[in-house]
């Protein structure tokens, strides 16, 4: 579902509308519950493991990448992932997730946006997962005087944060469906969200300098949505652990970096140009170039696989 930038925020450029989110970095304090947990909670596929470093994903490029630090602890009031939401084909699939978890009785918060079908959990170190699919046929959501709210099918409004109907979402199962198949190999992430330390800053930096366009600011929830193309939000941005917020110590669990893919050599170099002429650090990298957002997430720019 394709929705139009707010215009009154828009560059005189844009990111590549191919642009997609890449893999996720974490990390962790103890890579063997982490990966037990991703792999029997979530039907993660292991690509690869080195000593504390591990690859998980589909079965095709690695969208979650795992390294185990000593002495790791979790921080609050932090700038950091608030969650990284890992989108599925289509609801039969988000069905087999959320039985899943059900079976095994893990917490999780099943929540109807009406444009998307979503759970919300955390891992077992506290690290925010979004599972979700499209469901553009039921409606849209809005950012409207500074309001997030969602529009059904039939015009009723909704506040965009529903209970999701389980039992509806269970019906697209069917009698061959196993709650232990892996992830299907169209699994990807849909998108990342951010808690950073000022919400216009950030907006100016992964708009004004990436090339995302703004789809909406809440400044009623302390909220923005930038994304490529017309999607609904590829970066969710928030200052829910509070304005101001510090980045998280080096010895807090959680997020390493994000990769934002890139579709061409040139559309990379484009995007390289622009952070280089905002006077922004990076350093090249194995996984990419690495850089810092004001809030000092870190961020890699790649070039597709």
Same mark, same amino acid.
């Given at each position: 579902?394709?929705?139009?930038?707010?215009?009154?925020?828009?560059?005189?450029?844009?990111?590549?509308?191919?642009?997609?989110?890449?893999?996720?970095?974490?990390?962790?304090?103890?890579?063997?519950?982490?990966?037990?947990?991703?792999?029997? %909670?979530? *039907?993660?596929?292991?690509?690869?493991?080195?000593?504390?470093?591990?690859?998980?994903?589909?079965?095709?490029?690695?969208?979650?990448?795992?390294?185990?630090?000593?002495?790791?602890?979790?921080?609050?009031?932090? /700038?950091?992932? @608030?969650?990284?939401? @890992?989108?599925?084909?289509? $609801?039969?699939?988000?069905?087999?997730?959320?039985?899943?978890?059900?079976?095994?009785?893990?917490?999780?918060?099943?929540?109807?946006?009406?444009?998307?079908?979503?759970?919300?959990?955390?891992?077992? =170190?506290?690290?925010?997962?979004?599972?979700?699919? =499209?469901?553009?046929?039921?409606?849209?959501?809005?950012?409207?005087?500074?309001?997030? =709210?969602?529009?059904?099918?039939? &015009?009723?409004?909704?506040? #965009?944060?529903?209970?999701?109907?389980?039992?509806?979402?269970?019906?697209?199962?069917?009698?061959?469906?196993?709650?232990?198949?892996?992830?299907? !190999?169209?699994?990807?992430?849909?998108?990342?969200?951010?808690?950073? $330390?000022?919400?216009?800053?950030?907006?100016?930096?992964?708009?004004?300098?990436?090339?995302?366009?703004?789809?909406?600011?809440?400044?009623?929830?302390?909220? *923005?949505?930038?994304?490529?193309? *017309?999607?609904?939000?590829?970066?969710?941005?928030? /200052?829910?652990?509070? $304005?101001?917020? !510090?980045?998280? !110590?080096?010895?807090?669990? #959680?997020?390493?970096?994000?990769?934002?893919?890139?579709?061409?050599?040139?559309?990379? =170099?484009?995007?390289?140009?622009?952070?280089?002429? %905002?006077?922004?650090?990076?350093?090249?990298?194995?996984? &990419?170039?690495?850089?810092?957002?004001?809030?000092?997430?870190?961020?890699?720019?790649?070039?597709?696989?």
């Amino acid at each position: 579902m394709s929705v139009l930038p707010n215009s009154e925020t828009k560059t005189g450029f844009s990111i590549h509308p191919k642009t997609r989110m890449g893999a996720i970095s974490l990390k962790v304090a103890n890579l063997d519950n982490q990966l037990e947990f991703y792999q029997k %909670a979530l *039907g993660f596929k292991l690509h690869w493991r080195e000593g504390k470093e591990a690859g998980l994903g589909a079965g095709g490029n690695d969208l979650l990448l795992l390294n185990e630090e000593p002495n790791l602890k979790k921080y609050r009031g932090v /700038t950091g992932l @608030y969650h990284v939401a @890992y989108l599925f084909p289509n $609801r039969r699939e988000l069905a087999i997730a959320i039985a899943r978890l059900f079976a095994i009785k893990y917490p999780n918060s099943p929540t109807d946006h009406i444009l998307t079908k979503t759970t919300y959990l955390d891992d077992l =170190e506290g690290n925010g997962i979004e599972l979700y699919a =499209e469901s553009p046929e039921d409606g849209t959501w809005t950012f409207k005087d500074g309001k997030y =709210e969602s529009t059904r099918a039939d &015009g009723s409004w909704s506040d #965009g944060r529903e209970p999701l109907n389980v039992e509806a979402l269970f019906k697209h199962l069917t009698d061959d469906d196993r709650l232990d198949q892996p992830v299907p !190999p169209e699994f990807r992430i849909g998108h990342v969200h951010l808690h950073v $330390r000022d919400v216009d800053e950030a907006v100016d930096f992964y708009h004004g300098v990436i090339g995302f366009d703004v789809m909406g600011i809440a400044k009623a929830y302390q909220m *923005g949505f930038v994304s490529a193309g *017309g999607y609904h939000h590829h970066l969710g941005l928030n /200052t829910w652990q509070g $304005r101001g917020a !510090p980045p998280p !110590p080096p010895d807090a669990v #959680g997020l390493r970096y994000f990769t934002i893919d890139l579709p061409s050599q040139a559309v990379y =170099e484009e995007v390289v140009a622009r952070v280089d002429a %905002a006077g922004i650090s990076s350093n090249l990298t194995e996984a &990419g170039l690495m850089l810092h957002d004001p809030s000092q997430n870190g961020v890699i720019l790649r070039v597709a696989k």
